[in-house]
């Protein structure tokens, strides 16, 4: 389809385009997409973003009493957009996303210090451990494997 340039060229090439000044250069070795948004449903936004931003995400769009919607920002710039959803089913699921933090065990040691419920740290293949949020969404933290620069 993109004949002898290859897709990676086109989309760095459009990136590129698109802000004038964008980071995205010849010699930028840095994957040209990222994951822009994840969507999480919750029974109560307002509590949902106070769990969240009190993880250490960065609030973006900061929920008031009669909104439906707050968004908050991951490292990296990807964003969290927790949207009310009173029927969601929730309790004991797996967040359709996971973290990754640099300091498992220290993170780990603060999240149960501040009454988050966590899981032990599982050792194999990536460390990890799972957190339950107040509506019961079962998420999965793990040490960073992260290739290069982000």
Do not use: K
């Amino acid at each position: 389809m993109f004949g002898a340039v290859g897709v990676r060229e086109v989309i760095r090439a459009t990136l590129h385009a698109v802000t004038s000044d964008s980071p995205v250069g010849a010699g930028d070795d840095r994957p040209a997409l990222w994951v822009g948004h994840v969507v999480l449903a919750t029974h109560d936004v307002i509590r949902a973003f106070a769990f969240y931003r009190d993880l250490g995400l960065r609030p973006v769009h900061e929920p008031r009493a009669a909104d439906g919607i707050a968004e908050l920002e991951l490292r990296g710039g990807t964003h969290l957009v927790l949207v009310l959803d009173a029927d969601a089913r929730t309790d004991g699921r797996g967040a359709p996303f996971d973290f990754m933090a640099d300091d498992l065990d220290a993170l780990h040691d603060a999240m149960q210090h501040d009454g988050v419920d966590v899981s032990a740290i599982a050792r194999e293949g990536h460390a990890s451990f799972t957190l339950r949020d107040p509506d019961g969404w079962v998420v999965t933290v793990n040490d960073s494997h992260v290739v290069g620069c982000v």
